[in-house]
């Protein structure tokens, strides 16, 4: 048991590295191009601005594609063989996964209580391209497991001579088509009704005084393994639960006014 821990855990840690440098990059690029630090060679529209808002915007990749890397790395780590073709097909069908949710959503939103229409951020995501719901590291990781396991159980599957075309990663591809239409299904019913239990919190939180702050830095630390804690403070951080426009924007408002 340990060794499957360890090894889940090892599998986990591949995205992560990409982590520290792209964090690395965003602060730089946000303290080198602050005018209230460097100057007015950092205002708006200088050339100096735009290079650094160009290499900001890059290091910004990894934490916007997050889902998808998890989603690829975790098969490299997890797969038994063929590790490689177990990425390629965790990638291909969780964008199926994602592209079934999208369409679900939007011919029938209102039937799982969500409304297609509203813009992204509001329980909603663009992940390559698509608009669909924003199930976080959490959702490519349980789509990413069904696809390890299918990969597992069938990649060396003989077929007959005739349709030998369709072994190994097309022959996940086709099981794997169908277990996402029944995985963008469970997500469009059960996921919205979680994200309405985490709105609730956000009300709670802001009501609750000093507890409400406890409560909020508690989950926000305790559910970083599992890429959740996104849920807790984006909408503080960068959305109108408190203020309008996010504390971040607030504070950085009412810290450059101040200087």
Known sequence: MMAKIQRFGGAMFTPVLFFVFSGIVIAVASVINDPAIVGNIAEEGTLWNKVWEIIEEGGWTVFNNMEILFAIG???????????????????LYMTFNTFTSKILENFGSTFGVNFDQQVGEGLKMIGGVKTLDTGV??????????????NRF????????LGIFQGSALIGMIGFFAMFVMA?????????????????????????NFGVFTYIFLEKALLPTGLHHFIYAP?????????????????QAWHLSS
């Open 74 to 92: 975790l098969p490299l780590g997890l797969a038994k063989k063929a590790n490689a073709r177990a990425a390629l097909e965790s990638f291909v």
């Open 236 to 252: 503080f951080q960068f959305g109108p639960t408190v203020v309008e426009g996010g504390t971040t924007l607030y504070v950085c």
């Open 155 to 162: 990649f060396d599957t003989q077929l007959p001579e005739y």
């Open 185 to 209: 299904l469970l997500f469009s019913w059960i996921w919205p009704i979680f994200q309405q239990g985490v709105q609730s919190l956000q009300a709670f939180m802001v009501r609750s005084g």
């Open 138 to 151: 959490v959702g490519s990781i349980i789509i990413a497991g069904v696809v390890i396991y299918l990969h």
